[in-house]
């Protein structure tokens, strides 16, 4: 059985799933707490939305952020088994019920293996990306967006306290993403040039019209190991024209390539370090307090974001 055959059947089970559901609370209403039954029933949906989705056919790849020219690994395994993501992110609970509706409608079904690791470290630029460089900046407008203005094809270089900075002010505007992070600041590389750069997925293009008016950036940070990773923050226009600019431009679009092709992110690089300790890398989690501008500072991880502090590929 195909992973889209698996897709159409598991969706036509989560539907008679949720109809068995809302009749019995509805006949025997003392048997099951009434939230009980709507989070099975809201999580059934999503799960029914998903496998729709699945059978439903492959869609030509495209990528949300122009300027990647090819698929990832881990885009390419889920086309090559378009199962490999939903199988891979369930819980147990929900793999054992897949393989139960398999074996009760006598299937025959392989699941898919583990999805790619993201590779740690910077990977070097192909010849052909290298001489992509020399033909205009890398960060390209989706089909249908308006483009962003001129000051926008640039990268600015950051210490360590003026991200922290740029962080506050998303928090504290309640900006698309990002927030000050007592945890990511302790784990940045003091000594290291981290960079910040407009790279709005097509999704997430600005839009002042739907009260989108800020930039949503990638940044490239060098962690206390010295591993460089991906974050995001979002910026608005003016904090983000006001930053100096001191990279060479060639310099920047390197850099900006180098970020893209990046596949680690701070979550991923939070996840594999040790726990923090005053013995270990020196941070004790402090409880959650109030900034000196008076907005929240959370010490916690930012979710899915020492040696010579040269950048990657100098």
Same mark, same amino acid.
């Given at each position: 059985?195909?992973?889209?055959?698996?897709?159409?059947?598991?969706?036509?089970?989560?539907?008679?799933?949720?109809?068995?559901?809302?009749?019995?609370?509805?006949?025997?209403? /003392?048997?099951?707490? &009434?939230?009980?039954?709507?989070?099975?029933?809201?999580?059934?949906?999503?799960?029914?939305?998903?496998?729709? $989705?699945?059978?439903?056919?492959?869609?030509?790849?495209?990528?949300?952020?122009?300027?990647?020219?090819?698929?990832?690994?881990?885009?390419?395994?889920?086309?090559?088994?378009?199962?490999?993501?939903?199988?891979?992110?369930?819980?147990?609970?929900?793999?054992?019920?897949?393989?139960?509706?398999?074996?009760?409608?006598?299937?025959?079904?392989?699941?898919?293996?583990?999805?790619?690791?993201?590779? +740690?470290?910077?990977?070097?630029?192909?010849?052909?990306?290298?001489?992509?460089?020399?033909?205009?900046?890398?960060? +390209?407008?989706?089909?249908?967006?308006?483009?962003?203005?001129?000051?926008?094809?640039?990268?600015?270089?950051?210490?360590?306290?003026?991200?922290?900075?740029?962080?506050? /002010?998303?928090?504290?505007?309640?900006?698309?993403?990002?927030?000050?992070?007592?945890?990511?600041? $302790?784990?940045?590389?003091?000594?290291?040039? &981290?960079?910040?750069?407009?790279?709005?997925?097509?999704?997430?293009?600005?839009?002042?019209?739907?009260?989108?008016?800020?930039?949503?950036?990638?940044?490239?940070?060098?962690?206390?190991?010295?591993?460089?990773?991906?974050?995001?923050?979002?910026?608005?226009?003016?904090?983000?024209? $006001?930053?100096?600019?001191?990279?060479?431009?060639?310099?920047?679009?390197?850099?900006?390539?180098?970020?893209?092709?990046?596949?680690?992110?701070? *979550?991923?690089?939070?996840?594999?370090? /040790?726990?923090?300790?005053?013995?270990?890398?020196?941070?004790?989690?402090?409880?959650?307090?109030? *900034?000196?501008?008076?907005? $929240?500072?959370?010490?916690?991880?930012?979710?899915?974001?020492?040696?010579?502090?040269?950048?990657?590929?100098?």
């Amino acid at each position: 059985m195909s992973d889209r055959e698996l897709a159409g059947f598991l969706a036509d089970e989560a539907l008679l799933e949720i109809r068995h559901l809302a009749r019995r609370a509805r006949m025997s209403p /003392e048997e099951a707490a &009434h939230a009980e039954v709507i989070d099975k029933m809201d999580k059934l949906a999503d799960f029914c939305r998903d496998m729709r $989705a699945i059978a439903a056919g492959p869609r030509p790849w495209r990528p949300s952020q122009r300027g990647i020219g090819y698929p990832s690994r881990r885009t390419q395994a889920m086309r090559a088994r378009p199962m490999s993501y939903r199988w891979n992110v369930a819980n147990e609970e929900r793999q054992a019920w897949i393989l139960s509706r398999i074996d009760a409608a006598g299937y025959r079904w392989t699941p898919p293996p583990a999805l790619p690791t993201p590779r +740690k470290g910077v990977p070097p630029l192909t010849l052909r990306q290298h001489l992509g460089l020399l033909f205009g900046w890398p960060v +390209k407008t989706p089909h249908g967006c308006r483009p962003l203005p001129r000051q926008s094809r640039s990268l600015k270089a950051l210490d360590r306290d003026e991200l922290f900075s740029l962080q506050q /002010e998303a928090g504290r505007l309640r900006l698309g993403m990002g927030e000050a992070s007592t945890w990511l600041h $302790a784990h940045l590389d003091p000594d290291a040039t &981290h960079y910040l750069f407009p790279d709005p997925p097509s999704f997430y293009w600005p839009n002042p019209d739907a009260g989108r008016r800020w930039w949503h950036c990638r940044v490239l940070v060098r962690m206390i190991d010295g591993e460089w990773v991906n974050s995001s923050l979002s910026v608005l226009p003016e904090t983000f024209a $006001a930053l100096p600019s001191t990279v060479p431009r060639l310099r920047q679009r390197h850099l900006v390539a180098t970020a893209r092709l990046t596949e680690r992110d701070v *979550g991923l690089w939070g996840r594999d370090h /040790e726990p923090c300790t005053p013995e270990g890398c020196g941070y004790t989690p402090p409880d959650e307090h109030q *900034g000196d501008d008076g907005c $929240a500072v959370s010490p916690q991880r930012p979710r899915s974001p020492a040696s010579e502090s040269r950048p990657p590929h100098s």
